[in-house]
């Protein structure tokens, strides 16, 4: 329970973070001026805000629209999976990419495929998806038994716990869903706002202000972008007070496990992972066919392959491949390691201290929305062009879902277990040591696995931006050439090695339970 | 398939109907124009003008346009437009293109250049300033993914190995140049310097043209197939196109505060800056025959210049009989 003290403490904390910010602005103390005052952003902000109006307009409009759309698939989805689980496993591929696709390199795919506002509002809703998919459906599935026992004994069926006792109690799950499917909507409409030419939009304004080189602007719009994620994630978590009378911590669900799915016969469980490796694919030529586009752009499954292995192209197609994979995985998992060991430290340190987290986490929800384009000139100043440039993008992409989890998992100790050590006196940093790592060690595999495909984003983009090396650098370049070979190609290869980045945490996890 | 092939019927309808609009004395002033769509380069900004002013003064409309106009920016890549069908012409680099037509087969044709002078240069600060590419060695130059081999093959003409220049990304972004993060970044020449004056600093830059990668830019293309079926609007489009920029251009400083409130609103740029922009491109977009004229001389000049950089194009890339009808 919160209590006054602690809510004083938080305030305090928010306030020192915001003066020791305004400070360092007006001093110029972070390279050369480039962090602006908070002040000076503000004053800015109000002076333009005519001309932002349109464009938050904009942006509201197509990543609102997406987080409508794309929730209310991932809720429906929840409940046929809920009710249907051979159909979870018949979907687990597209669930699976849904999750791990770089959303920078489907982008170029979207835009050309999907007409204007449609295409930001496909990358809004595709991204919301997945928290809130799996959000829902382990609420569905986290009932008390008895409830559903009484169902079932009134003579009511399936459908009948569904809807009267499983969707009731998934309320809450629901709105923490929503609350991480916020910031990722204004993320999806602002990125395709990059690729797609539209006249308004924070994204579009962004790329005109980017030539200024006058950071508070780029700052404005960023907090911009932010307030929008923030009335978003704001009135998910007055829904959950009012719907339940109590407001649930954020809560990000595990992505889908290898073990929930019923006891079925060996060969129908091969037939159903066949099925579902093969259906993203399946999906994949479907849209095409009803794309009508030319087959310079769209490239089928059987297109890349020949792209890959049979074409002209093929030699230095592959080697211009393997060389920006050699350059993109080492690092990937590098980041991925770090980000976790920055949300773990940061976890340990809310448990810790409370008041510290709950501080920090406007901060953690700005990293989720500011776009990296706007910070990434800021990040080139202080940390240069190399390794540590992508390292610290790739954490800052991480560590808060990782964050948002492990603190969770801490939240879930039971407190007895402390009781006891208390009793014998422990201190703060014995209980860590003694319980809360120990405990968490289920939550860390988990955690690593949401962080996989967001590290390997981070990277991607820093190699966009900063570093010109890598699979980042190959998409923009290849986009340049007209070489949908290519971008077809590091779309797929960045999702299977997402893929399978994320199969290896599991293998990771299996090993170290022996 | 459906969709595919009433798609084709509805276009087929929508041809014939303009082939009818097009008949004399069928049709006074209020028939209806025909639709045309262009996929601009880059967001709404001073490169431009001269398609504002033609829309603004209702030069398309005379000319029995119903003009679309699609901003660009520095993700859009414009021929992407043509071949999806959303855009009937583009304005693209013309080493993009030709790369497309000789690496994908691309069925591109380029019908009129915008820029005589390519306005990419190297731009650097005037406190330690970077004017020939010899002087380019040993420094760090952000360049755009895209015109990475633009780069690389000014570079190899004037006889410097492409490992004596460390070359980053650009994000368009100024900023790391005037912090001295880099030593220049490549950029159009129109532009940037302006925004660095802006903030407190002086800037000097050389064309690549200046020095030999002689190349045309915002080329105006088309798919074969759109040159085929709707010729006469793409002649319509050059002859109103071009009386735009000659209005722009009579006066400079004339038209981009006609825009303020209209196509350079909340772009994020300010109006002394498109005029800065729209008086630096006047010498690289006049020619004596005409705005998007593309002579024997320049056509050959690009040729050469791809060549040098192993991209193989040919005279039959460039299409000149539109231009001639204008």
């Known amino acids: 329970m919160k209590s006054r003290h602690d809510t004083l403490g938080t305030a305090a904390l928010l306030l020192l973070i915001l003066i020791a910010w305004e400070v360092a602005g007006q001093l110029r103390l972070v390279a050369d001026g480039t962090l602006p005052a908070l002040s000076a952003i503000l004053t800015r902000l109000f002076a333009e805000r005519s001309d932002y109006w349109p464009h938050i307009l904009a942006t509201l409009e197509t990543s609102g629209l997406g987080f409508i759309i794309g929730n209310l698939i991932a809720v429906a989805a929840a409940l046929v999976f809920c009710l249907w689980p051979i159909g979870e496993r018949l979907l687990r591929g597209v669930n699976i990419a849904a999750f791990a696709v770089p959303p920078i390199a489907i982008v170029p795919v979207l835009v050309i495929a999907l007409d204007g506002d449609v295409a930001r509002i496909t990358l809004a809703a595709l991204l919301v998806y997945f928290p809130t998919m799996t959000a829902t459906l382990a609420g569905l599935r986290e009932v008390d038994p008895r409830s559903l026992d009484l169902v079932s004994a009134y003579g009511g069926g399936k459908l009948k716990a569904l809807l009267l006792v499983r969707l009731r109690a998934a309320v809450p799950a629901i709105m923490s869903g929503f609350q991480v499917a916020a910031p990722a909507a204004v993320l999806g409409a602002i990125l395709a706002e990059f690729g797609s030419g539209a006249r308004w939009g924070l994204g579009t304004f962004l790329l005109g202000s980017l030539g200024r080189g006058e950071p508070d602007r780029l700052w404005g719009i960023g907090l911009a972008a932010t307030a929008i994620a923030g009335v978003g994630y704001g009135l998910a978590a007055l829904a959950a007070q009012w719907t339940t009378g109590r407001n649930r911590a954020v809560t990000i669900a595990p992505p889908p496990s290898e073990s929930t799915s019923p006891q079925v016969e060996r060969w129908r469980r091969s037939l159903l992972t066949l099925i579902a490796v093969l259906l993203p694919f399946l999906f994949w030529q479907m849209l095409l066919l009803a794309g009508d586009l030319s087959p310079i752009i769209a490239k089928t499954p059987l297109g890349v392959l020949d792209y890959l292995f049979f074409s002209n192209a093929s030699p230095s197609a592959q080697s211009r491949l393997l060389q920006a994979l050699s350059e993109t995985i080492p690092i990937t998992i590098g980041g991925m390691f770090i980000g976790l060991a920055v949300a773990f430290l940061l976890a340990l340190l809310s448990f810790a201290t409370p008041v510290v987290m709950r501080a920090l986490l406007p901060f953690a929800l700005v990293t989720q929305t500011m776009p990296l384009v706007a910070l990434t000139p800021l990040a080139v100043l202080i940390f240069g062009r190399g390794i540590t440039v992508t390292l610290v993008i790739t954490i800052s992409v991480t560590f808060f879902a990782a964050f948002v989890l492990l603190a969770q998992g801490f939240a879930l100790i039971p407190r007895p277990a402390f009781d006891l050590v208390d009793a014998y006196g422990a201190s703060t940093l014995q209980k860590l040591r003694l319980i809360a790592i120990p405990a968490s060690r289920k939550w860390l595999f988990v955690a690593a696995r949401l962080a996989m495909p967001k590290a390997l984003l981070g990277v991607m983009i820093a190699e966009w931006l900063a570093t010109g090396k890598g699979l980042g650098n190959l998409l923009n370049q290849s986009r340049g050439y007209l070489d949908y070979g290519m971008i077809w190609t590091v779309a797929v290869v960045s999702v299977l090695v997402a893929i399978a980045l994320y199969q290896l945490t599991y293998t990771a996890e299996r090993l170290t339970e022996r | ?326």
């Open chain 2, 1 to 326: 398939m459906a969709f595919h092939s009433n798609r084709r019927r509805f276009i087929k309808i929508a041809g014939t109907g303009a082939a009818v609009a097009m008949l004399p004395g069928l049709t006074g002033r209020t028939a209806a124009a025909t639709p045309l769509t262009m996929q601009a380069a880059w967001i709404n900004d001073a490169e431009f003008a001269g398609y504002f002013a033609a829309i603004d003064e209702g030069h398309y409309k005379a000319a029995g346009l119903d003009l679309t106009y699609l901003s660009g920016g520095p993700d859009v890549i414009p021929e992407s437009s043509i071949i999806a069908g959303k855009a009937d012409l583009a304005l693209t680099t013309p080493d993009t293109t030709i790369k497309a037509i000789v690496d994908q087969g691309a069925p591109f044709k380029i019908i009129g250049a915008q820029y005589q002078k390519n306005p990419i240069g190297v731009v650097s600060l005037a406190k330690a300033p970077i004017n020939t590419p010899e002087e380019l060695k040993g420094k760090t130059l952000a360049v755009p993914p895209v015109n990475v081999i633009s780069v690389e093959a000014m570079l190899a003409i004037n006889g410097i190995e492409r490992s004596d220049v460390n070359i980053v990304p650009y994000a368009y972004d100024p900023t790391p140049l005037i912090k001295g993060e880099i030593d220049a970044s490549l950029d159009f020449t129109t532009n940037v310097p302006y925004s660095i004056e802006q903030q407190g600093e002086k800037a000097t830059s050389f064309l690549l043209y200046d020095f030999g990668y002689k190349t045309y830019n915002d080329t105006v293309v088309v798919t074969e197939e759109t040159l085929a079926s709707k010729r006469s609007e793409l002649v319509a489009w050059l002859r109103a196109s071009r009386k735009g920029w000659d209005a722009n251009f009579a006066d400079p400083l004339a038209y981009p505060p006609k825009f303020a409130d209209s196509w350079f609103k909340g772009t994020g740029r300010t109006i002394e800056n498109e005029i800065f922009f729209n008086q630096a491109q006047m010498p690289l977009m006049t020619h004596s025959g005409g705005i998007f004229a593309m002579d024997d001389e320049g056509i050959q000049a690009n040729i050469d210049t791809l060549g040098r950089i192993g991209i193989k194009a040919s005279r039959d890339m460039f299409d000149t009989s539109l231009l001639a009808e204008i």
